[in-house]
T-cell receptor, first 116, second 112 residues
C-alpha cells in the first residue's frame, strides 16, 4: 500500500491559465475527496466521489473548477482561468466505505498551486 | 452551523506534556479526529475517537471527549522536538454528508 499520491507536488502558473491536478487514491478505496487549504487555515472541503459518481460539491467549487473520476480510480481537478485567489494547497484523500469503521480519510501530500 | 475552533499556538519544553484543545458545534458527529501536518506536507492521521467514548489512549497520545460541552483535547506525553507541527482537529459532520470539518490548526512548538 503506497498511500495516496498527488501530482504535481508544486505548480506555478500565470493568472488566466488552466491547471490540472491528479490524485491516485489508495488501492480499493471507493471514496475520494478534494480539499483546499490556504495559508494559516485548515483544509476546506471541495467535493467527493464514490466510485465515479460525484456525490457532493461545496459552494467553494465555483464553475471554474471541475473534478472527475472517470473510471472510479484516479481523479483530476481542473481549474480554468486561474486567479490569484486560487493559490493554495490542494489536498486529496481517500477511504474505503464500510471497511474502516472509523470513516478515516487518508490524505495525500498535496499539490501546492501558486498563481502569479 | 458547522464550526471547529482551536487555539493558534502552543509552546512547550521538551519532555513536558502538551495539551491541544478543540471545540466543535455539530453534535451529530460520529467521529472526531486529530491530524498532524508538518511544513509543506499533507495531513497525517494521529488518532480518532468515536463520539460515544470519553477517552482513548494510544501510546503517548490521550484523547478526551466531553460531548456535553463539545470539547475535544489531545494530550501528548513526553513531547519531543519531532512533535513540532500543526495539529488539526476535525469532525465528520452531519449524517447526510461525508466531508470533514477542520479547525484552523494549533501550531505546537517544542523547545529544548
Amino acid at each position: 500500500d503506497t498511500g495516496v499520491s498527488q501530482n504535481p507536488r508544486h505548480k506555478i502558473t500565470k493568472r488566466g491559465q488552466n491547471v490540472t491536478f491528479r490524485c491516485d487514491p489508495i488501492s480499493e478505496h471507493n471514496r475520494l475527496y478534494w480539499y483546499r487549504q490556504t495559508l494559516g487555515q485548515g483544509p476546506e472541503f471541495l467535493t467527493y466521489f464514490q466510485n465515479e459518481a460525484q456525490l457532493e460539491k461545496s459552494r467553494l467549487l465555483s464553475d471554474r473548477f471541475s473534478a472527475e473520476r472517470p473510471k472510479g480510480s484516479f481523479s483530476t481537478l481542473e481549474i480554468q482561468r486561474t486567479e490569484q485567489g486560487d493559490s493554495a494547497m490542494y489536498l486529496c484523500a481517500s477511504r474505503k466505505q464500510g471497511l474502516d469503521d472509523s470513516d478515516t480519510q487518508y490524505f495525500g501530500p498535496g499539490t501546492r498551486l501558486t498563481v502569479l | 452551523g458547522e464550526d471547529v475552533e482551536q487555539s493558534l499556538f502552543l509552546s512547550v519544553r521538551e519532555g513536558d506534556s502538551s495539551v491541544i484543545n478543540c471545540t466543535y458545534t455539530d453534535s451529530s458527529s460520529t467521529y472526531l479526529y486529530w491530524y498532524k501536518q508538518e511544513p509543506g506536507a499533507g495531513l497525517q492521521l494521529l488518532t480518532y475517537i468515536f463520539s460515544n467514548m470519553d477517552m482513548k489512549q494510544d501510546q503517548r497520545l490521550t484523547v478526551l471527549l466531553n460531548k456535553k460541552d463539545k470539547h475535544l483535547s489531545l494530550r501528548i506525553a513526553d513531547t519531543q522536538t519531532g512533535d513540532s507541527a500543526i495539529y488539526f482537529c476535525a469532525e465528520n459532520g452531519s449524517y447526510n454528508t461525508d466531508k470533514l470539518i477542520f479547525g484552523t490548526g494549533t501550531r505546537l512548538q517544542v523547545f529544548p
